[in-house]
Antibody, heavy 119, light 112 residues
Framework: QLQLQESGPGLVKPSETLSLTCTVSGGSISNPNYYWGWIRQPPGKGLEWIGS???????YYNPSLKSRLTLSVDTSKTQFSLKLTSVTAADTAVYYCARTRGLREIDYWGQGTLVTVSS | QSVLTQPPSVSAAPGQKVTISCSGSSSNIGNNYVSWYQQLPGTAPKLLIY???KRPSGIPDRFSGSKSGTSATLGITGLQTGDEADYYCGTWDTSLSAGGVVFGGGTKLTVL
C-alpha cells in the first residue's frame, strides 16, 4: 500500500522559507504514470493546488505561487520536496503531499502537516 | 474565489439522495476529466470519483459522478451519518491564469 509522509518545521517566521519533504513508501516514485504534488488548505478553508513534479524533474506550478516556489525530487531517497520563499501569514495551512495519476486525479494523499507562519 | 463553483452546503435526511454540483468552463471541466474528493473532519481528502464517473476500488456504488458540458455532479444515495463531510470537485485547467489543478470551494454535506 502506497504511503506518503510529510515532514518539516511546523512553525516558520514571516519572510523566511518554508521547506517540506514528502517520503514515499510502498511504491516507486519513478513510475512514469504518476506525478507527485503538493496541495494546501488554510484553516477552515478549501483546497489549493501548489504544484506537481515528475520523477524526471519536470514541473507544473500554480501561477499565483510560481515566483516563490521550487519543487524538487530525489528518486534515490524516494522523496520530493517543496520550498516556498518569503512566506507570510497567508501561507499558514495544512500542507498535503500527494500522488496524481498523470495530470488527472489525486489518488493518494499524505496525512497532512500544519505549517504556521508567525513570529 | 475558486475557479470551480460548488454550493457551500447541502443537506438531506438519512436514506435520502443528494447531489452536489460543480460548475466550470471550457478551459477546465469542459475539456478535462473531473474527480471528486471526500474530506471527513480532521482527515486528508480521499478520492471518491475519477474520470468523471469511475469509482476507485472500495468506494461503494452509492457514490456516482457525471459530467455534461462545463458542469459535473456528484450523487450520493442512501445517505448515512458517516457521509457527513466536505466534498470537493477537481480538474485540470489549461488557462494561463490557472495552469494546473483547480478545485471547487467545497460543499459541506449535513445528514439531518
Amino acid at each position: 500500500q502506497l504511503q506518503l509522509q510529510e515532514s518539516g518545521p511546523g512553525l516558520v517566521k514571516p519572510s523566511e522559507t518554508l521547506s517540506l519533504t514528502c517520503t514515499v513508501s510502498g511504491g516507486s516514485i519513478s513510475n512514469p504514470n504518476y506525478y507527485w504534488g503538493w496541495i494546501r488548505q488554510p484553516p477552515g478553508k478549501g483546497l489549493e493546488w501548489i504544484g506537481s513534479i515528475y520523477y524526471s524533474g519536470s514541473t507544473y506550478y500554480n501561477p499565483s505561487l510560481k515566483s516563490r516556489l521550487t519543487l524538487s525530487v530525489d528518486t534515490s531517497k524516494t522523496q520530493f520536496s517543496l520550498k516556498l520563499t518569503s512566506v507570510t501569514a497567508a501561507d499558514t495551512a495544512v500542507y498535503y503531499c500527494a500522488r496524481t495519476r498523470g495530470l488527472r486525479e489525486i489518488d493518494y494523499w499524505g496525512q497532512g502537516t500544519l505549517v504556521t507562519v508567525s513570529s | 474565489q475558486s475557479v470551480l463553483t460548488q454550493p457551500p452546503s447541502v443537506s438531506a435526511a438519512p436514506g435520502q439522495k443528494v447531489t452536489i454540483s460543480c460548475s466550470g468552463s471550457s478551459s477546465n471541466i469542459g475539456n478535462n476529466y473531473v474527480s471528486w474528493y471526500q474530506q471527513l473532519p480532521g482527515t486528508a481528502p480521499k478520492l471518491l470519483i475519477y474520470d468523471n464517473n469511475k469509482r476507485p476500488s472500495g468506494i461503494p456504488d452509492r457514490f456516482s459522478g457525471s459530467k455534461s458540458g462545463t458542469s459535473a455532479t456528484l450523487g450520493i444515495t442512501g445517505l448515512q451519518t458517516g457521509d457527513e463531510a466536505d466534498y470537493y470537485c477537481g480538474t485540470w485547467d489549461t488557462s494561463l491564469s490557472a495552469g494546473g489543478v483547480v478545485f471547487g470551494g467545497g460543499t459541506k454535506l449535513t445528514v439531518l
